[in-house]
């Protein structure tokens, strides 16, 4: 087994995106329809049935969320109730009980507390990424719902997405879909990765950065880039993006929804026709993981379509970027209950 990671092994300013065994993590079992009382453990390694139900039938759910170094040295956590809310509406969605937000959030908490050396310096734009997840593990070769689960959140430092500022990156549509229409787009199911894999496969090997998502019914209207939400940005100064059953629920999107009309921009949720993306000045994509990504291209059907430029960002797309890494670091004043401060002692 390999070593625990130590604050020592780690460059804060060229982090990547990669997962290191911090000495801690939270986990939680459901046995006999009730939550034990959860707590930290030290080993990354489970010990699960070979016929566990998620390894067969695939009822595994997860989170993604970072705690972000202050200047004055505190940690925040952005919107934690947002991914509880979104974990437990992901589970109603493939059957599994619900883990109480109070007790989701209180776990985050626990588990940056304990990995505190960890959490990268303000300044470097790196933050501790957690990662929230939960599966059925009850052994069964019949097709139903576990009646045992584990959650769990493990910790990793990552780095700033773009270590020299903002770049664009170029987007290709595809023939394949990430998820069904009434299918689980919605809930955050590790499986809607494993049927995302080949098509961003595809699309990195003609060149691109990922794929774009069009509706499954029609293959018209655009749903996700890769594994993140679209925005566009309408010259006559919208801020849209998709509005669809299959697209997941992005807190990043949200969040930026509600911070456009600081900038005079009118927020707005529609259909997007692919048909229809030449009116936007600026896109990008938003999650978690790399805030805002400005997008330079499209290429569908074989023809590119440029938005803003394809070597630098726009100033839309720059200033809610700006604004909401200000939040999350605590530099800039946040909408009433966004931030959540993290005891350190
Ligand atoms: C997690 C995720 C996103 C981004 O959601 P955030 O809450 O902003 O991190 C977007 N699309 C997909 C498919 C995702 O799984």
């Not at 074989?302 to 394809?310: A, C």
Request: a negative charge.
């Amino acid at each position: 087994m390999a070593d625990k990671a130590k604050p020592t092994d780690f460059d804060w300013n060229d982090l990547g995106f990669a997962y290191h065994d911090l000495p801690y993590r939270y986990r939680a079992y459901y046995k006999d329809g009730k939550w034990s009382d959860g707590g930290l453990e030290t080993d990354s390694y489970m010990r699960v049935s070979e016929a566990a139900q998620s390894f067969h039938y695939g009822q595994e759910i997860f989170e993604g969320a970072k705690a972000y170094r202050r200047k004055d040295g505190g940690v925040n956590l952005f919107r934690p109730n947002m991914n509880a809310q979104r974990m437990n509406r992901s589970a109603d969605r493939l059957l599994m009980p619900h883990f109480p937000e109070d007790k989701f959030i209180d776990a985050m908490k626990q588990v940056v507390k304990a990995n505190q050396e960890f959490v990268p310096p303000y300044g470097t734009g790196a933050t501790l990424y957690l990662r929230p997840f939960f599966f059925g593990t009850t052994p069964m070769v019949g097709v139903h719902a576990a009646s045992d689960y584990t959650f769990e959140i493990f910790a990793t430092p990552v780095g700033a997405y773009y270590k020299g500022g903002l770049a664009p990156t170029a987007y290709v549509t595809g023939s394949l879909d990430r998820a069904a229409h009434a299918g689980t787009g919605r809930a955050k199911a590790a499986g809607n990765y494993a049927s995302s894999l080949l098509p961003g496969d595809e699309a990195h090997k003609a060149g691109f950065s990922d794929v774009v998502y069009l509706d499954p019914r029609l293959h018209e209207n655009i749903e996700e880039l890769g594994s993140a939400n679209f925005f566009g940005i309408t010259k006559d100064g919208k801020f849209q993006t998709p509005k669809s059953p299959s697209i997941l629920p992005s807190i990043t999107k949200y969040s930026l929804l509600a911070l456009a009309p600081e900038f005079g921009l009118i927020p707005e949720e529609t259909t997007i026709s692919i048909n229809d993306i030449d009116r936007f000045a600026e896109v990008g994509a938003m999650g978690t993981a790399a805030v805002i990504s400005p997008v330079g291209s499209i290429t569908h059907q074989g023809k590119k379509h440029v938005f803003y430029s394809e070597t630098k960002v726009g100033p839309y797309t720059q200033k809610l970027y700006d604004r909401l890494t200000g939040i999350q670091f605590g530099d800039e004043p946040a909408p009433e209950g966004w931030i959540y401060d993290v005891p350190l002692k």
